[in-house]
Each structure stands twice: as C-alpha cells, then as structure tokens.
C-alpha cells in the first residue's frame, strides 16, 4: 500500500498475458467502482493507466474550522483478456491498493510521489533543511495563546491531525514520531495576527500565521480622454482637462508579511 500524490501523475501497470487482446482497469474509490476503461494490447507488452486525474475528482478538501482528514481508498485491478473489449476470462490480475493524497512531488523526487517523501511516521509540513537533529526539524511559529492543530501521518497511510494547546512550546510523544517546536511569537505590534489555512504540498491543512503589519491596495480600470474646458475667453480653474469614464473596478490586492527578516509573503488578488 502507498499513499500517492494525486496532484501528480500516477501511474498503473502490469504484463499482459499470453494471448491478450484487451487491457482493462477497473478502479474503486472508497469502495465503490467508478471507473472501467478498456483499451487494445497484445501479449507481453505493458498495460499503463495513468489515475491520478480521475481519482481526483472525488476528493475535496475543505476549512470550515474543524481539520478533517481528506483521504481516499483507491483499488486499481489490472486485467488482460483475450476478446478485444475486455470482456470474458481474464488471463492476468493483477490489484494494487493505495490511499490518495491531495498532494504533489516536484520533479527530483520522481515518478509516482508517494506521501510524504521520505520515511513516516512524520509531520506532514515542510521541514528545516539545515536541521543538525532528530530534535531541529520541524518548527510553527504562533501567537502566544493560541491553539491549533499540525498534520501527519504514520506507519499505515493514515492521515491525522495533532492538536496542541495555547501555552504549549513543542509536541513530544505523538503519533507523527518527531518533536514539533512551537515557536511563540509576540504580535501585538500589528494587532493578533492573521492565520492563512491551505492545503500544502502533502494535502494537508496547514496553518500560517503571518506576524507583521498588512497592507491591503486596490486598483481600477478606466479611460479618458481631453476635453475642452474653454468657456468664451476663460476656463473653469476646478475643472480638470482629463475626464475619466468607463470606469471598472480591478483587483483588490492583500500583502501580509510573516516573521522579520523573512522574504515569505502572502499576496491575494480578487477580481
């Protein structure tokens, strides 16, 4: 079993057997079937399917204030069969079992990307890099008095959700395995801070908080042309030669920096 990234391609395959004509997959999400796709194929040669696209379509990962872990159970069953529709005996099976993740590998971890890229259990956000221990490489930075939940995920594909409280600083014996610091930040400077939720690369919720101040611009869209303003022999001094018409609103754009010193930023634009 494996937890794939369903943001990047997935890849199914096997052997066709001794007489094949068809190749037929057949996959089942959460139990029920919800695709079959047959395809010509000849004997020894192999029966790739690609299935990430579609097992996509049936996980949606929402916020609404509670984490819940979005997860599917994905069974792909690889058959081969001789009549050219796949239809009759199969001459091979073969079945692959895996748990879909909303998440997604970069290039230099390779093809099929599995959760979370390395060994688990583990916590399902980003590491330090430049970590010297075992103790080092997960950090949250939060408000003090602030609560919240981190993802992981351990031994058997299971995806969760940690919780930890408003006066904690780290997380030591959970399910992921690995110390979590909690870094506490004081931002009352600029107000309580503001908490970004997104779906990270491995699928998960994660919580951002961004400590600085917030700048919020907005842009608009419009044309002019000249006009005349010469009333006689004078003009009106209130009146700008410029007249704006056609006007539309644009983008409303929101710039929220994080800790100091940092190049990390969030930016949003809204039509």
Request: contains cysteine; glycine residues 8%; charged residues 15%.
């Amino acid at each position: 079993m494996a937890a794939i990234a369903l943001r990047s391609p997935q890849y199914k395959y096997a052997t066709a057997g001794t007489g094949a004509n068809s190749a037929k997959i057949t996959i089942s999400i959460d139990g029920t079937i919800e695709y079959t796709l047959v395809k010509s194929a000849t004997a020894g040669a192999n029966m790739l399917w690609e299935i990430a696209e579609l097992c996509r379509d049936f996980i949606n990962v929402t916020y609404d204030g509670s984490y819940t872990a979005e997860t599917l159970a994905i069974i792909s069953t690889l058959t081969s069969h001789a009549s050219t529709d796949g239809s009759g005996t199969a001459l091979t099976t073969s079945t692959i079992t895996d748990v879909g993740y909303n998440g997604y590998g970069t290039f230099t971890e390779g093809s099929n990307p599995t959760v979370p890229f390395g060994s688990r259990p583990t916590w399902l956000i980003s590491g330090d890099p430049n970590h010297t221990g075992i103790n080092d490489i997960f950090y949250i930075y939060v408000p003090y008095n602030v609560s919240g939940q981190v993802p992981y995920i351990i031994a058997n594909e299971t995806m969760g959700y940690q919780s930890y409280g408003s006066a904690d600083l780290d997380i030591v014996g959970s399910p992921a395995g690995v110390k979590m610091n909690i870094v506490r930040v004081d931002c009352t400077k600029y107000g309580q801070g503001h908490k970004i939720t997104f779906v990270n690369k491995f699928g998960a919720l994660q919580d951002l908080w961004f400590f600085l101040k917030s700048v919020n611009t907005t842009t608009k869209r419009q044309e002019q042309f000249q006009r005349n303003i010469i009333n006689g022999t004078s003009y009106d001094v209130f009146t700008h030669t410029k007249q704006v018409f056609n006007t539309k609103p644009g983008q409303f754009f929101s710039e929220m920096r994080s800790l100091p010193n940092s190049e990390m930023f969030y930016s949003a634009a809204v039509e």
